[in-house]
Each structure stands twice: as structure tokens, then as C-alpha cells.
């Protein structure tokens, strides 16, 4: 019985006829169901979609209702749970990406398959890592799938933040640290909650995600930039501000920005912090090792999709290429 697993605007899955669909990017009004791995924009697109049931944790779901809108014709799979599509199993694991965040088992007759979506292979500040799962095909991200990326230890990188946050403050100037609203901005205020006593004052996107955080037991101590609390605690200028990457603070001199991010590593000009909420390479070629598939497929790395690949079947010598280039078919 043929197995095929396909880049078609996401990840398909399919076997004896039944096919299932995870994180797509294009709406395909033939599916009836897609299996969303995390809230972050390029894996969710899916909820956009108005003719299929989404199915998530729901802490995905309840970010992106934060994110966008409510969210209709929804279907939990919580982390450790269950659900059958025909003869299929899906199982849902921890990815360790971001809050809510799974990798998804496939469980068939003949074998298995697992699509990892984002995933952190080490704990992280506030999140553990992700679960590996023995099966025949993976299917793993590869953002970070070059040899140049290795970070460096998640503490020692939180402790050099503090440390350039007090310099920063002694000079005159307000610490302010642009990463991802939702996962690496929760990795900082965490870091700054356990290695040292400056407040943190959040960005408004970056507080909703927070507060979210904190409603599932992450406790995670900040002002909310639009409260009144943080008005007074600003005028002191002895605090750190979290805010989205993107946001713009040319039009205002009293902060000095700094990127915290994987990219951070090939960013040499200006002092940014390497930290993440994937895996780098090191963690990816860990995670494969463990999980120990007769067949690894890349996806969502670019260019790295090819590189990784080639890196697995020669360290590893597992048969391993990227998906997007053709579909994968596997008789069973």
C-alpha cells in the first residue's frame, strides 16, 4: 500500500485514499480537515480557512482569536491526545516551539510518520523541549539546518542580557529588547524575571501574549506598556521594554534597541542576542538521531532544506531530501 507524502501549500500526508493536510499555506476546498502545529503566522494560515475543521491545542487557539479573530469549526487535540481519521492515528506531541506548540504523530497500519512543525529540541526558560518520537519517515523543520548556527547556552546568553541591560541603563538609555511577540519575547521577560530585579514593561502585543502565558501557569512578572503602572515606572528609565522585532524606535532616541534572535548570529554590526525558540543545528541533527527514521524529509528551511538533508545522510547515513523538490512515495 503506497504512502505519499507531498509540499502542496503545507505538508500532505496520504495513505489508502485518506489524506491529511498540516499547516497549509493555500486553501484547498477539498479538505475537510487541517491539523495546525502552532499560532506562529507562517504554520496558521490554516484558520483562515472557512470550509474545513481546524484542528490544534487550545492554547493555539486561544492566540490566535488574540492574534485575529474567533475561531469557527475548531477541533482540540490537546498535547497527548488522540484523534482517527479513517485508518488513520494522529497523536499529538510537544514541540517546544511556543506555548501550544505540537509535533504530530501519524500513526498508519504499515507504519509511522511524524511532521515536527517548529520545534526546540532543548528546555527553553519557560517551555520544555520537544518530545521525539520513533517512526520510519520524519518530516523536520529546518530553519536553523546550517552548520553556522550553533547557539550558544540558553543561560549564559539571559545573563549577558542582563548585564548589557545594566550598562545600558547606567549610560542613560532604556534597554529595549525586539524579538518574537510570541515565544522569544516571553524568553526574555523570563530571563530578566530570574537573573535579575529590573521590571519589565511589555509591549502591548507582547503583553497579551503574556498574560495568556501566565493564565496556563507560566508566571511570568510584567507591566503592560498601556497601564498605569508602567507610566509611572517609565519616568524612572531603570527598567527593560519587550517589544516586536519589527516595530520602529528611530523616533525615539531614549531607547537602545537590540535583536533577540536565532539571526542574531550573522548579525556582526550591532550587539543582538542569540537566542531562539528552534532548534539549532546541533538540536535538529540530536533530534533525527533519536527518533531514529529509515527516512528524514525537510521542509520550511529554504535553502537549508537541501543542505540539512545532505548533512543527515552523510553524518547520519539515513536516505533524507527536501520535501518541497517532489513528492515523496513510500510502498509499504
Known amino acids: 500500500m503506497p504512502l505519499t507524502v507531498e509540499w502542496n501549500g503545507g505538508i500532505s500526508v496520504e495513505y489508502c485514499q485518506t489524506k491529511l493536510v498540516f499547516d497549509p499555506h493555500k486553501n484547498n476546498h477539498f479538505y475537510a480537515k487541517v491539523f495546525v502545529s502552532h499560532a506562529h503566522y507562517d504554520h496558521s494560515k490554516g484558520f483562515e480557512f472557512r470550509n474545513c475543521i481546524k484542528v490544534s491545542t487550545q492554547e493555539t487557539k486561544e492566540i490566535i482569536e488574540t492574534y485575529r479573530k474567533r475561531v469557527e469549526s475548531w477541533q482540540l ?4 491526545g488522540v484523534t482517527e481519521v479513517d485508518d488513520l492515528k494522529v497523536v499529538s506531541h510537544n514541540a517546544g516551539h511556543v506555548l501550544g506548540s505540537t509535533l504530530f504523530e501519524i500513526v498508519t497500519p504499515e507504519c509511522c510518520v511524524v511532521y515536527t512543525g ?3 529540541f532543548k528546555n527553553s526558560l519557560t517551555l520544555k523541549g520537544a518530545e521525539p518520537v520513533s517512526c520510519d519517515v520524519l518530516i523536520i523543520e529546518c530553519t536553523f539546518g546550517s552548520k553556522s548556527f550553533k547557539f550558544p547556552e540558553r543561560d549564559t546568553v539571559a545573563q549577558e542580557m542582563v ?7 547606567e549610560s542613560g538609555k532604556i534597554p529595549a529588547f525586539k524579538a518574537d511577540s510570541l515565544g522569544n519575547a516571553q524568553e526574555v521577560t523570563k530571563a530578566f524575571n530570574t537573573y535579575s530585579n529590573l521590571p519589565v514593561i511589555a509591549h502591548q502585543r507582547v503583553a497579551q501574549m503574556n498574560e495568556i502565558y501566565n493564565a496556563k501557569g507560566h508566571h511570568l512578572k510584567f507591566m503592560n506598556a498601556r497601564s498605569e503602572e508602567a507610566s509611572e515606572m517609565a519616568s524612572s528609565k531603570e527598567f527593560v521594554f519587550v517589544a516586536p ?11 537602545e534597541p537590540t535583536l533577540v534572535s536565532g539571526w542574531a548570529l550573522w548579525e556582526k554590526k550591532n550587539k543582538n542576542f542569540a537566542l531562539s525558540d528552534h532548534a539549532d543545528f546541533d538540536q535538529l541533527m540530536d533530534f533525527v538521531k533519536v527518533c531514529k527514521p529509515r527516512t528524514v524529509l525537510t521542509c520550511f528551511g529554504g535553502r537549508f532544506n537541501y543542505s ?5 545522510e552523510r553524518e547520519l547515513r539515513i536516505e ?10 513510500f510502498f509499504l
Request: proline share 10%; net charge positive; hydrophobic share 40%.
Open 118 to 120: 517548529d520545534l526546540q
Open 308 to 312: 540539512f538533508a545532505k548533512q543527515v
Open 320 to 329: 533524507s531530501r527536501p520535501l518541497n523538490l517532489i513528492p515523496t512515495k
Open 77 to 80: 487535540l490537546p498535547i497527548g
Open 163 to 169: 548585564r548589557w541591560a545594566e550598562k545600558t541603563i
Open 245 to 255: 522585532k519589527n516595530i520602529n524606535l528611530l523616533n525615539y532616541p531614549e531607547f
